[in-house]
């Protein structure tokens, strides 16, 4: 299960939903995708600001995210996260911190004909070292991300209703998003993972949807891709409520790791 609370200045110029949620690295988008789209609603004469609180409760762990985040003028965002991965089965956690920047190159997600598209980076720092070292993970202290996404809205495009679709090309090392390390014997390289998003707003009120993330295998351990599929309640710019049933296949070696993410968020103004 995910909780996340959001606080923000928002601006009264975008659309209801189009501004996203914030996903489990802190950083502007889904629940486990990043978008081009910032983190807030903020305009280009404005700046918002937002707490996140996380929980993802699966079978054999607990991932607790407790973040940051601002968007300036509707052009860069700048995160931190703090995760602590639980094991429930064999005690213990482990903690590191992700330090996000993203940067709109182009496009407004709604009124441009092209897709919004942001570059950004997720530099990340392992604070437990020895489950990492333990597993052969090639670097047990830090690791950098680099991604590029492309979000769209479009209104009225299916039966009437507004659609989002988002894609991510993300350049990685991490294991587990880092949690178990940075590269391993199997490969110690970067390699570029695709992500993607879609979703159709049923009312200016109600999204469903779905999201991938594929993820490298870098240990041996079969690491999965992961896929969520969710609802969200919008009932204004200030608040929003999101339930996901999140499908994370191995972790670890621990098969089938599946739970529920529920999220919300919170815009000031």
């Not at 910032?38 to 993802?56: F, K, N």
Request: proline fraction near 1%.
């Amino acid at each position: 299960m995910s909780v996340t609370f959001s606080s923000a200045h928002a601006g009264e110029g975008k659309l209801i939903g189009t501004a996203g949620l914030v996903q489990i690295e802190g950083t502007g988008g889904g629940g486990i995708v990043p978008w081009a789209t910032l983190s807030g609603y903020d305009s280009r004469d404005e700046i918002s600001i937002s707490a996140v609180s996380t929980q993802v409760d699966i079978d054999d762990y607990r991932l607790n995210v407790l973040g940051v985040s601002a968007s300036f003028y509707d052009r860069i965002e700048i995160s931190a996260a703090h995760h602590r991965f639980d094991l429930k089965t064999l005690g213990g956690d482990i903690k590191q911190n992700v330090f996000g920047v993203k940067y709109r190159l182009y496009g407004d997600v709604v009124y441009s004909d092209w897709p919004q598209i942001s570059a950004g980076l997720q530099h990340k720092r392992l604070e437990d070292k020895t489950i990492a070292q333990l597993l052969g993970a090639d670097s047990v202290s830090s690791g950098t991300d680099f991604y590029l996404a492309a979000t769209k809205v479009h209104l009225g495009a299916i039966g009437g209703y507004n659609a989002v679709w988002n894609v991510t090309a993300r350049a990685t090392r991490a294991n587990e998003l880092g949690l178990l390390g940075f590269g391993g014997a199997r490969n110690d390289d970067y390699e570029v993972m695709l992500e993607a998003s879609a979703g159709v707003l049923l009312s200016r009120h109600v999204a469903v949807g779905m999201e991938y993330r594929q993820k490298p295998d870098n240990l041996g351990l079969g690491e999965d891709d992961w896929v969520d599929f969710f609802v969200t309640y919008i009932p204004n710019k200030h608040f929003a409520l999101t339930l996901a049933w999140a499908e994370l296949g191995s972790i670890a070696g621990a098969e089938d790791q599946n739970g529920l993410y529920l999220s919300i968020n919170g815009q000031l103004w």
